[in-house]
């Protein structure tokens, strides 16, 4: 048997050179070959989402979008000095931007409707704000 000098078994440099080398024979095995001797007729992986990926992913961005559009015209209500003040529900559902609440003013109210239409993505609005004096 082998007998090693106790300053090689403590050397640092003795285990890092063991990693290294343990480490560059593993990844041998690891490199791309040219082709899969394997099994030759595997099919390549898929470039396109499958149907019902792409109509999930797509339900997902519709959701965002629409929350995105909800968060975009409240903000936008907010900044209205006449409409700050009250309480708007806005609810957006495929791009169609609907208003139910208390408006002080026909002028208020017409003003709602504009500041959501002006949002982008929004395809149409519904404006069900009752005039009510405050």
């Not at 997902?60 to 936008?76: F, L, P, Q, Y």
């Not at 017409?110 to 005039?131: F, H, M, P, T, Y």
Request: proline share 5%.
């Amino acid at each position: 048997m082998i007998q090693l000098d106790s300053t090689f078994k403590r050397s640092p440099r003795w285990m890092a050179a063991a990693l290294l080398a343990g480490g560059a024979l593993a990844l041998t095995g690891c490199g791309d070959r040219g082709t899969n001797t394997a099994d030759s007729t595997a099919t390549p992986p898929a470039t396109q989402p499958s149907g019902a990926a792409r109509d999930t992913g797509a339900a997902v961005s519709a959701r965002i979008d629409d929350a995105t559009i909800t968060a975009a015209v409240s903000a936008g209500l907010a900044k209205d000095p006449d409409l700050s003040a009250i309480k708007i529900d806005v609810d957006t559902k495929g791009g169609t931007v609907m208003l139910k609440g208390p408006a002080p003013t026909a002028a208020a109210k017409s003003r709602a409707e504009q500041i959501a239409k002006n949002v982008k993505g929004v395809s149409s609005v519904d404006n069900q704000l009752e005039v009510k004096s405050m």
